[in-house]
């Protein structure tokens, strides 16, 4: 029997250079034929994540993107479209994509313009019911998986203790600071990977979270739990005796891993310089929050820099060389969003839901996100 099409979804080809995931993987595609969506997508979309074209069974496929789009009622992304395609988009039609709009200031006006209504990814909200939409989660999650993977084969020691003919080699130290999704993920592959682990947060009520995953605990006597499930900035006096419990931590890890990164916000310094140049001769730091400027001090976002006996790995759009999986996750997050507007195989939103309107950043011609509707107003 064949599904009644009620509304269009086009799938845009991603053109940042470092972006190699996609907004429609071929397993996903029957789910959203049941949302009473058809899927098209712009030729070549699925390929730097080693998608073939033929690997999406029944979609069509076009070269245009502005011609894909302004046939479209809904146009996925992973990261914003440029303000051209955007305008293409037929006025009223529905778009979904990571945004970050103090990136792309120039996209605003076109979504006002054009009635655009837009899910900025970035700000589902952090809230049990919208779990399986968060797409930074899901995104973080393999981001904390593959920082140890990372440091392991820049580090020129093992993880896991070894016993060998001549002797034994001891496991490694790794130490995760800020335990957020990420960061947990980190501490368990590292401890899978053989390592002692131990992992540090602001936020007190993330020790058992921790220790869930095998690794100690870092006290240093510092409540700064935030809203919206984020850290809040600590006062200089406050970082001051955080840095006094952290260094003897810091030098003697063998490999750190960094994880401190709040939406739109320039990444916390976590470590100094200072706490670097103490480190042991070959110890390695894998910064996670190069996309908002990095935690350690002197590292410098998509680059390998060494700092007296360390070498600091801060890599862009970690999730991205990842990209099958990570194109995965993101897919079924879209997926669960657009549940929330479809009723009956057609778009009817209910703009009072908490999770619809937190996460729409424009509708009906007006800027809803507060941040957003400022920066617009800066830049008239």
Request: charged share 20%; with cysteine; aromatic share 4%.
């Amino acid at each position: 029997m064949e599904l009644f099409m009620a509304f269009k979804i086009a799938v845009l080809k991603e053109t940042q250079a470092d972006e190699c995931r996609v907004a429609m993987v071929p397993s996903q595609l029957a789910r959203f034929a049941k949302l009473g969506a058809e899927v098209v997508m712009e030729r070549g979309a699925g390929v730097a994540a080693r998608f073939r074209d033929s690997d999406y069974k029944d979609v069509q496929f076009q070269d245009d993107a502005k011609s894909l789009v302004a046939a479209a009622d809904v146009v996925f992304a992973v990261q914003p479209p440029s303000p051209e395609v955007v305008a293409a988009m037929k006025p009223g039609a529905w778009l979904a994509s990571f945004v970050y709009p103090q990136k792309v200031p120039a996209l605003l006006p076109v979504l006002r313009e054009k009635k655009i209504s837009c899910f900025a990814m970035e700000t589902v909200p952090r809230i049990s019911r919208a779990q399986a939409m968060d797409a930074l989660s899901s995104q973080a999650a393999l981001a904390g998986y593959y920082a140890p993977l990372l440091g392991a084969v820049h580090l020129p020691r093992i993880l896991p203790m070894m016993t060998t003919a001549v002797g034994s080699l001891r496991a490694a130290q790794v130490l995760v600071m800020g335990l957020g999704v990420a960061g947990l993920q980190a501490l368990a592959t590292a401890k899978r990977l053989g390592a002692v682990t131990e992992g540090y947060d602001v936020r007190p009520e993330t020790r058992e979270q921790a220790q869930s995953v095998g690794a100690k605990f870092v006290d240093t006597g510092i409540d700064a739990t935030g809203q919206g499930g984020y850290a809040r900035e600590l006062t200089p006096e406050e970082q001051a005796k955080a840095a006094e419990v952290l260094t003897r931590h810091i030098q003697k890890a063998d490999l750190i891993i960094t994880t401190a990164n709040v939406p739109g916000r320039k990444a916390p310094q976590l470590v100094s310089r200072a706490q670097i140049e103490g480190m042991k001769s070959g110890s390695v730091i894998v910064d996670l929050a190069a996309d908002s400027g990095c935690n350690c001090e002197g590292a410098e976002p998509g680059k390998d820099v060494a700092i007296g006996p360390a070498l600091i790995i801060a890599p862009f759009n970690v999730p991205s060389r990842l990209a099958q999986h990570a194109s995965e996750l993101y897919a079924k997050n879209l997926f669960n969003l657009l549940g929330l507007i479809v009723k009956d195989g057609a778009l009817a939103p209910d703009l009072t839901d908490e999770v619809v309107a937190g996460t729409l950043l424009s509708h009906d011609g007006k800027i809803l996100n507060a941040a957003a509707a400022a920066l617009l107003e800066k830049e008239a």
